[in-house]
């Protein structure tokens, strides 16, 4: 018998379950640890709230998790409730997917201003996640910058703009859902540092917000090369400019929307100043060098605003007596091994990119490698010492079947045409597995 823990139950470490179950069979034994008592990490946390199509992958992991052989363990810490070189102690091979949920630093002046957030924060504070719950972001300034132009940019964007009507059928939370029934922004400015065709962000999603109720998008037909280089784009990102010019050829059809989103290219944050709270952004203009690299031209200009959302990228945080690669963010490994019996798989192995189903492959390859170091196991205890340290320090572990009652209740207390209204305290999902 194969056992394997793999820490963290979003997609890499479904994805890897499943790969194992499927490789595997009978011989293998799986527990997915978590530190919350909810699963499926990025996808309940991370997906917007009004992609409930993305988020439905979630039941392709629940099949995985119905084998007797796949065991979800959540409201275990490892770190703090159990070691890594415990796990390693019971388990042949440990996996880490821990995803990237810090934000990566913005390193500017002003950044410890209130009212300056991290889209780890921003997207945990509407999606219902636990730590970012009391957020509170200031939504009664008129104007927000987001710094970044990625798909994380966008979904900040596209949440701050849309209106009550326009969240039916999604499942964002009720204090995200109430405290944006107030918001008094009008002007949302993305900040990107380099040109239209440098952006990160995907054809679909920069569709969707030439359609919003009350917002338009706003860009500037100057910072656009000759349509004709589009050409030389590669078929998703010409998809993605040719939306971005559709918004200045549609600029007039869409005038009467109230809230702009201003596409702001070439501008790098420089400075963010105010009196303990925000109130202006200064930006620099950039130019590209011949790598496609921004460089700062001097000129400067101050943009009002009274909150910034930094959607700049995301960092694994590191785990004690793991390598870690501190310049990129994620574990130190060599195509996901990091030490015999230790391997990472995901966000926490590749840096935050790719979509959710780039998962897939990263968590089939990683089985792969596990039954090329293991062979059949080194006849370790694997889930019974697990229990028994946990029996012995009083950790009480949240099972699949008590997240199915969680489940229930959140569905159960949804508002109408909702999905589920998600639970935001640890200690309510615990009480709500006795309903
Ligand atoms: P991302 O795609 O890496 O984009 C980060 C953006 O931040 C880039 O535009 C980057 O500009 C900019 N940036 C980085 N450092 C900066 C700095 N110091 N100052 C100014 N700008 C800076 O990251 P993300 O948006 O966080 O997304 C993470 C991953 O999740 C991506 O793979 C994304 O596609 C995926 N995702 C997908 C969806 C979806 O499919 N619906 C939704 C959300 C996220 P440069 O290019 O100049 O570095």
Known sequence: MRHIAIIGSGPAGYYTAEAAQKKFGDEVCIDIIDRLPVPFGLIRTGVAPDHQSIKAVSRRYEKTNLGDNVRFVGNVSVGSDVSVDELQGFYDAVVLATGAPND??????????????????????????????????????????????????LDVARILAKTQNEFRGSDIVAHALDALAQSKIRKITLLGR????????????????????????????????????????????????????????????????????????????????????????????????????????????????????????????????????????????TEGRILPGLYCVGWAKRGPSG???????????????????????????GRKGLDRLMAERNVEAVTFRDWKKIEEAEIARARAGAPREKFTDIAEMIAARES
């Open 104 to 153: 990566r630093k913005l390193e500017i002046p002003g950044n410890e201003l209130s009212g300056v957030i991290g889209s780890a924060a921003f997207v945990g504070w509407y999606n219902g996640h636990p730590d970012f719950k009391d957020l509170n972001p200031p939504l009664a300034g008129k104007s927000v910058a987001i710094i970044g132009n990625g798909n994380v940019a």
């Open 194 to 333: 380099r040109g239209p065709h440098q952006i990160a962000m995907t054809p679909k999603e920069l569709g969707e917000l030439g359609h919003l109720e009350k917002a338009r998008p706003v860009v500037d037909p100057l910072d656009f090369p000759d349509e004709g280089d589009d050409a030389m784009l590669e078929p998703g990102m010409r998809k993605s400019v040719t939306h971005l010019r559709s918004f200045y050829q549609r600029a007039g059809e869409l005038l009467d929307k109230p809230i702009t989103i201003d596409f702001d290219f070439f501008a790098m944050p420089v400075e963010i100043k105010g009196d303990g709270e925000v109130e202006q952004i200064v930006v620099e203009r950039t130019e590209l060098d011949k790598d496609m690299r921004s460089i700062g031209t001097g000129e400067r200009y101050e943009l009002d605003c009274q909150m910034v959302i930094s959607c700049i990228g995301y960092r694994t945080p590191p785990i004690e007596g793991v390598p870690y690669e501190h310049g990129r963010g994620r574990f130190a490994n």
């Open 355 to 381: 979509t959710i189903g780039t998962n897939k492959p990263d968590g089939f390859g990683m089985v792969e490698l596990i039954d090329e170091d293991i062979g059949a196991g080194d006849q370790k205890e």
